[in-house]
């Protein structure tokens, strides 16, 4: 059986990825308030597999997800990607007539927007998870309350649907990172199939330095499906690259990998997996 850290309750996002990407196997969710959590629960026992949110197609990318993952020296083994539907939900004798509060977590209420704007009766509140509102809901019998989650969610607590599929955007995707222990990873990941990799690299502050980087990989046929910068703190105009390739022949691949290095002032793998 497989342990797998999530950030969230059961019926929350990070869950039904769990449940897809290693659907048909036998797994045991450690439920976390917090992505620290999630990286700490790896930390204490390397057998612990970690599934983490990486971005969102509204939303944009999880910015400090990338530094919990370089920061804790594991390796990136799979991705998922879910279709993020939401639903609005209530105790059962609960109806639109009697609810005055929605609650949720703030980005499931961003992509909800449209929706809110619809019902200004409704006061939007921010909580820690889109799951979490609704059983928090069922616990303490919230008369008054809906709660903005996957529709799986609400059956789960025994909740109500009052309407399916509010999300503003019908094409609203988030992408998960599967994550394990550097010794664990090959027990996970089929690596001679592997058609994709994270990496991370920072640059010398010189003209030119990243377009370099770029027209190498380009050379070798490596295919850029994402670039993210953050700024490496106490130092002015110095950026961390997150760069996610693809590639149809690994060979090539690590020969690029061997070619940009010296361009680079430092260059983790953050893992190498089979794209989604």
């Avoid at 998960?176 to 058609?195: H, I």
């Avoid at 380009?218 to 850029?224: A, H, P, R, V």
Wanted: charge should be negative.
């Amino acid at each position: 059986m497989k342990r797998i850290a999530i950030q969230g309750r059961i019926g929350s996002f990070h869950d039904i990825a769990a449940h897809e990407y290693f659907k048909g196997e036998q797994i045991q969710l450690i439920c976390c308030a917090t992505f620290e959590q999630v990286f700490a629960e790896m930390e204490a026992d390397p057998t612990i597999i970690g599934m983490a949110a990486i971005e969102n197609t509204i939303a944009g990318s999880l910015l400090h997800n990338y530094e919990l993952l370089t920061a804790s020296g594991k390796t990136v083994v799979g991705e998922h990607k879910v279709h993020i539907q939401h639903s609005i939900c209530c105790l059962p004798d609960d109806d639109w007539s009697t609810i005055n509060e929605v609650d949720s977590h703030p980005v499931a209420l961003m992509q909800c927007r449209d929706f809110l704007a619809k019902h200004p009766e409704l006061k939007a509140v921010e909580t820690d998870d889109t799951a979490g509102s609704a059983e928090m809901i069922s616990e303490k019998i919230l008369h008054g309350h809906a709660a903005i989650c996957h529709s799986s969610a609400a059956e789960y607590y025994g909740m109500k649907v009052l309407e399916d599929s509010i999300e503003d955007n019908k094409h609203n995707y988030t992408r998960f990172l599967v994550m394990s222990s550097p010794t664990k990873a090959d027990f996970l990941r089929p690596l001679e199939k592997a058609n994709k990799s994270s990496i991370v690299f920072s640059l010398p502050h010189s003209e030119g330095s990243l377009s370099k980087v770029l027209t190498i990989l380009s050379f070798y046929d490596i295919n850029l499906t994402k670039i993210q910068s953050l700024p490496i703190i106490g130092h002015e105009w110095e950026y961390l690259f997150y760069v996610d390739v693809t590639f149809e022949n690994l060979t090539r691949y690590r020969q690029s990998i061997d070619a940009i290095i010296p361009l680079t002032k430092e260059l983790k793998i953050l893992g190498e997996y089979c794209a989604s």
